[in-house]
């Protein structure tokens, strides 16, 4: 089954509660938070107070992405908030399988992304304590850009160490993914489409979350 978490990058921050519902009603599986720190990416956007604050206003699922130099920092603090998935990057500063190891013993579900220059090799050694890996189809930093079509081998590279490894762990692929580029994903095995733009820019957002995950229910927005 292919999920979709829209991401809330490209929402109105002023309206995030009325957008949030908005994406329960349009058949989004769960919403994607970006947290930015202005070191790790060159952008910074909300921490955990927000994420908090979301949490009392939905029901849906807390997909948030850490795009932070030292993650471990402030796993309490998101765990705390109510994140459902909590993401750090292969790259940060932070140990990762210890940190992986306090998002689980949160109870949260502990998830590792790869930026574009990093290979797919890097989150091998800690497949076994993943719920989701999390591919970059973009530099993390900026909503809307353009999908790099490596991303696709990578996803299919990952998709192939999962299976032998740890097969209920979820695949997620995120940026510039759309409804034109989304079936490419699934053919190469992610499970997870994470999409910002695609989703807020669309006329019909129903028709466009159904359509990333390969329907074509429409009638929403
Ligand atoms: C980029 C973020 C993405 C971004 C995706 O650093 O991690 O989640 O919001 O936005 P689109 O789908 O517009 O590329
Ligand atoms: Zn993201």
Request: aromatic residues 4%; charged residues 20%.
């Given at each position: 089954?292919?999920?979709?978490?829209?991401?809330?990058?490209?929402?109105?921050f002023?309206?995030l509660?009325?957008?949030?519902?908005?994406l329960?009603?349009?058949?989004a599986?769960?919403?994607?938070?970006?947290?930015?720190?202005?070191?790790?990416v060159p952008?910074?956007?909300?921490?955990?107070?927000?994420?908090?604050?979301?949490?009392?206003v939905?029901?849906?699922?807390?997909d948030?992405h850490?795009?932070?130099?030292?993650?471990?920092?402030y796993i309490?603090?998101?765990?705390?908030?109510?994140?459902?998935?909590?993401?750090?990057?292969?790259?940060c500063?932070?140990?990762?399988?210890?940190?992986?190891?306090?998002?689980?013993?949160?109870?949260?579900?502990?998830a590792l992304?790869?930026?574009?220059?990093?290979?797919?090799?890097?989150?091998e050694?800690?497949?076994?304590?993943?719920?989701?890996v999390l591919?970059m189809?973009?530099?993390?930093?900026?909503?809307?850009?353009?999908?790099?079509?490596?991303?696709?081998?990578?996803?299919?590279?990952?998709?192939?160490?999962?299976?032998?490894i740890?097969p209920?762990?979820?695949?997620?692929?995120d940026?510039?993914?759309?409804e034109?580029?989304a079936?490419d994903?699934?053919r190469a095995?992610?499970?997870?489409?994470?999409?910002?733009s695609?989703?807020?820019?669309?006329?019909?957002r129903?028709?466009?979350?159904?359509?990333?995950?390969?329907?074509?229910?429409?009638?929403?927005?």
């Amino acid at each position: 089954m292919i999920q979709v978490s829209p991401s809330i990058l490209s929402a109105d921050f002023a309206n995030l509660e009325r957008d949030l519902a908005m994406l329960a009603e349009c058949g989004a599986d769960m919403a994607h938070v970006d947290v930015m720190d202005g070191h790790f990416v060159p952008n910074l956007t909300i921490g955990a107070p927000v994420v908090k604050a979301l949490r009392k206003v939905t029901a849906l699922p807390l997909d948030v992405h850490l795009m932070i130099s030292e993650p471990h920092k402030y796993i309490e603090d998101f765990a705390k908030a109510g994140a459902d998935f909590l993401t750090i990057h292969v790259e940060c500063d932070s140990p990762i399988a210890e940190t992986l190891e306090l998002i689980r013993s949160h109870g949260v579900k502990a998830a590792l992304s790869v930026k574009p220059n990093t290979p797919a090799s890097a989150i091998e050694p800690y497949l076994p304590m993943l719920d989701m890996v999390l591919v970059m189809s973009v530099e993390p930093g900026f909503g809307g850009q353009s999908f790099i079509p490596s991303a696709l081998e990578k996803s299919a590279q990952l998709r192939e160490m999962i299976d032998r490894i740890n097969p209920s762990c979820l695949l997620e692929i995120d940026g510039g993914v759309s409804e034109e580029n989304a079936p490419d994903c699934i053919r190469a095995g992610v499970n997870v489409i994470v999409a910002g733009s695609a989703v807020f820019r669309s006329d019909d957002r129903k028709k466009t979350i159904s359509a990333l995950r390969g329907g074509l229910e429409s009638g929403c927005n």
